[in-house]
């Protein structure tokens, strides 16, 4: 079990899939505290810096007597104005402003015949600017929010990715247990019909050396009984017939030690 065990913690897979999830989790806790704490808060002060600024450079440009031109240059360094063909994205705020066409000197030639006049159009209300910085602010969060949300959603799938690898490593390492378990009762099954076998060997191999002292003492008994019959000159036939009683006499006579002993 303990080796099952190691082997599925030291599976590589299983590994891999532990430190992919454990980067991930990790890498949207980052991007969750660098939303919450961070950029957040750092992308809200410049906005309201820039606001600040413009804001003075138009109040500057308005004040100046030579209005026009000052406005024209504070405008196109402040805003980058979209162009007419862009100008259909933008919200109804925007369409609604006030743009005045700013004329430039045009220098015609013999070989071009058509002239190029730039027209540059200046946002005259601050309060539209404003509402601008807020809707293109709100459109960057909104295409950042999507990206996030992207970005979790694919973390997410691959998440669930490693629980499911995980979950059949988990099935295979049951099944593995299981059968290890199965293994290990038919080896302990085993393991008890052999100790019965040598249970049994042991009982026959001491009924075995019984018998064997048996006829140990048969032996000894009968010989001595051919030893008194041969004193007394009994003749071969007799000896024969005194064999076989001897060897009665010798069994009965080792029978009836065994039961007294026995008692």
């Not at 459109?139 to 999507?146: K, L, M, N, S, V």
């Not at 997410?156 to 490593?169: D, L, Q, T, Y």
């Not at 048996?214 to 010989?223: E, P, Y």
């Amino acid at each position: 079990m303990q080796l099952l065990q190691e082997k599925y913690n030291n599976h590589p897979e299983v590994t891999n899939s532990s430190v992919e999830q454990q980067r991930l989790l990790d890498e949207l806790n980052k991007y969750r505290m660098f939303y919450d704490w961070g950029e957040r808060e750092v992308l809200v002060e410049e906005i309201t810096q820039l606001r600040n600024q413009l804001q003075s450079m138009l109040e500057t440009a308005g004040n100046n007597s030579t209005g026009k031109n000052r406005r024209l240059s504070i405008t196109r360094k402040s805003i980058q104005i979209p162009s007419s063909g862009e100008c259909s994205g933008l919200p109804q705020t925007a369409k609604s402003l006030h743009l005045v066409p700013a004329p430039q000197e045009c220098q015609a030639s013999q070989e071009q015949q058509t002239s190029d006049v730039c027209q540059a159009l200046v946002v005259t209300d601050p309060r539209a600017s404003e509402q601008l910085l807020w809707e293109e602010e709100k459109q960057e969060w909104e295409a950042r929010e999507r990206d996030w949300m992207s970005a979790l959603e694919e973390m997410r799938e691959e998440v669930e990715s490693h629980k499911r690898i995980a979950e059949k490593r988990k099935q295979e390492f049951d099944s593995e247990k299981r059968c290890a378990e199965e293994g290990q009762e038919a080896l302990q099954m085993a393991i008890a019909g052999h100790a019965r076998l040598l249970e049994q060997y042991a009982e026959l191999q001491e009924k075995h050396i019984g018998l064997l002292a048996k006829q140990r003492k048969i032996r000894d008994t009968t010989l001595d009984v051919k030893k008194m019959a041969k004193r007394a000159g009994v003749s071969n036939f007799e000896s024969r017939w005194l064999d076989a009683q001897a060897t009665q006499i010798a069994a009965t006579k080792v029978d009836f030690k065994d039961e007294r002993r026995a008692e």
